[in-house]
């Protein structure tokens, strides 16, 4: 199959709702990352978004909605929680967590009484969307277990071929994924971490929590499906780097150095005052700078070009920049972390 890229003009949207309408799948850009679409309300639709991405078909799609009308057509209910969240969140990177209106297919929900709603901010894919009429049903546009794309040439990497149309909209602006919150529980949930942090979350929502199998304890399972698998990982192993040396140069060369002596090619994700301090130790190609130091709205946004691009490289070991565990760098510790399986090294004081 021949995929088209076209950028966003009326023409490229309408092919895109009737192609959508027609049972087809369209990859469009969010303020997220880019999302592979089909009609929710249409099976065998759905069933060629997990034959396209190699999905297991127990991880549900996501429902993405253009106005508040479209959220009735894919939730029974929007409880008070879920009307505050609404109302203070969408459209944005949030998705919600509720009981599935009877119309949506339970494949396209694993088989879960609850859907995900989401409206996305992003004029793009609203504008799709209500050209198709219907709540379209969208994961990210990878292939399951690559890192998520965020432009229109991530996209047609994994999709290339197998898809009619990828609407390029440029890069997307958050670079993670969305904040999952289950509004069916009594104390809000968050699934997923992402640029709808906790601390606004609990300001519009009073308490919420994290679901306990987002950390990194194996007893609990977590309960967005999605979560157990590996994610967002680049070919070569990476190793995350957290702890009060972590912003140092200094100790960033002896690390580096020490890993090389084992004579592998170690690439590193890392602010941009490292990477210049690694200048000497590491060839230019092995290195990949995702923003100031502290800037966690650059890193986020530049995390998965990154590990994408370790995958164009020599790189047979990554090194990747943690941040503090708050806020967004929840997020970008959450996908770090997935990435690594766990491998963490903490820089204290000495090694
Ligand atoms: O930002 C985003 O959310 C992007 C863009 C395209 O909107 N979409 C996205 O979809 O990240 P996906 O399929 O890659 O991730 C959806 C996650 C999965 O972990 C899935 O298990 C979880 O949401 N999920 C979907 N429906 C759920 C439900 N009813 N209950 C719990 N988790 C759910
Ligand atoms: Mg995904």
């Given at each position: 199959m021949q995929t088209k890229i076209l950028g966003a003009t009326d023409s490229a949207i309408a092919d895109a709702g009737e192609l959508l309408k027609r049972g087809e799948l369209v990859a469009f850009p969010t303020e997220t990352v880019y999302g592979l679409g089909a009609?929710?309300?249409d099976a065998a639709a759905c069933a060629k978004i997990y034959r396209v991405k190699g999905r297991p078909s127990d991880n549900p799609l996501i429902l993405h909605i253009a106005n508040r009308a479209m959220a009735d057509m894919a939730a029974a209910e929007i409880n008070e929680t879920a009307a505050k969240l609404i109302a203070a969140f969408?459209?944005?990177?949030l998705t919600l967590v509720l009981p599935k209106a009877?119309?949506?297919?339970?494949a396209v929900t694993g088989g879960l009484p609850t859907v995900g709603v989401r409206w996305p901010a992003n004029e793009i894919a609203c504008r799709m969307i209500l050209a198709a009429g219907v709540p379209i049903a969208a994961p990210s546009?990878?292939?399951?277990?690559r890192p998520s794309p965020t432009t229109a040439a991530m996209t047609a990497e994994d999709l290339a071929g197998k898809i009619p149309l990828i609407l390029d909209?440029?890069?997307?602006?958050?670079g993670l994924e969305s904040t999952i919150v289950?509004?069916?529980?009594k104390m809000a949930t968050i699934l997923r971490p992402g640029a709808i942090t906790a601390e606004m979350l609990a300001k519009v929502a009073g308490d919420v929590c994290y679901?306990?199998?987002?950390?990194?304890?194996?007893d609990f399972a977590p309960k967005?499906?999605?979560?157990k698998y590996r994610h967002y990982a680049p070919k070569a192993p990476l190793t995350v780097v957290v702890g009060?040396?972590?912003?140092?140069g200094e100790f960033w060369r002896r690390l580096v150095q020490k890993l090389q002596a084992t004579g592998q090619y170690i690439g590193v994700l890392a602010d941009s005052t490292i990477i210049a301090a690694l200048r000497q130790t590491v060839s230019e190609k092995l290195l990949f700078a995702y923003g100031e130091p502290g800037d966690l709205t650059s890193m986020a946004a530049k995390l998965y070009e990154g590990l994408r691009y370790f995958?164009?490289?020599?790189?047979?070991f990554l090194l990747a920049q943690g941040t503090a565990n708050a806020g967004l760098g929840a997020a970008i510790m959450n996908r770090l972390l997935k990435a690594s399986g766990g491998r963490v090294i903490t820089a204290g004081g000495d090694m």
């Amino acid at each position: 199959m021949q995929t088209k890229i076209l950028g966003a003009t009326d023409s490229a949207i309408a092919d895109a709702g009737e192609l959508l309408k027609r049972g087809e799948l369209v990859a469009f850009p969010t303020e997220t990352v880019y999302g592979l679409g089909a009609n929710a309300f249409d099976a065998a639709a759905c069933a060629k978004i997990y034959r396209v991405k190699g999905r297991p078909s127990d991880n549900p799609l996501i429902l993405h909605i253009a106005n508040r009308a479209m959220a009735d057509m894919a939730a029974a209910e929007i409880n008070e929680t879920a009307a505050k969240l609404i109302a203070a969140f969408c459209p944005g990177p949030l998705t919600l967590v509720l009981p599935k209106a009877r119309a949506v297919p339970s494949a396209v929900t694993g088989g879960l009484p609850t859907v995900g709603v989401r409206w996305p901010a992003n004029e793009i894919a609203c504008r799709m969307i209500l050209a198709a009429g219907v709540p379209i049903a969208a994961p990210s546009a990878n292939l399951s277990g690559r890192p998520s794309p965020t432009t229109a040439a991530m996209t047609a990497e994994d999709l290339a071929g197998k898809i009619p149309l990828i609407l390029d909209g440029g890069a997307t602006v958050v670079g993670l994924e969305s904040t999952i919150v289950d509004c069916t529980t009594k104390m809000a949930t968050i699934l997923r971490p992402g640029a709808i942090t906790a601390e606004m979350l609990a300001k519009v929502a009073g308490d919420v929590c994290y679901d306990p199998g987002l950390g990194q304890d194996d007893d609990f399972a977590p309960k967005a499906p999605g979560m157990k698998y590996r994610h967002y990982a680049p070919k070569a192993p990476l190793t995350v780097v957290v702890g009060g040396q972590s912003g140092s140069g200094e100790f960033w060369r002896r690390l580096v150095q020490k890993l090389q002596a084992t004579g592998q090619y170690i690439g590193v994700l890392a602010d941009s005052t490292i990477i210049a301090a690694l200048r000497q130790t590491v060839s230019e190609k092995l290195l990949f700078a995702y923003g100031e130091p502290g800037d966690l709205t650059s890193m986020a946004a530049k995390l998965y070009e990154g590990l994408r691009y370790f995958d164009t490289t020599a790189a047979d070991f990554l090194l990747a920049q943690g941040t503090a565990n708050a806020g967004l760098g929840a997020a970008i510790m959450n996908r770090l972390l997935k990435a690594s399986g766990g491998r963490v090294i903490t820089a204290g004081g000495d090694m």
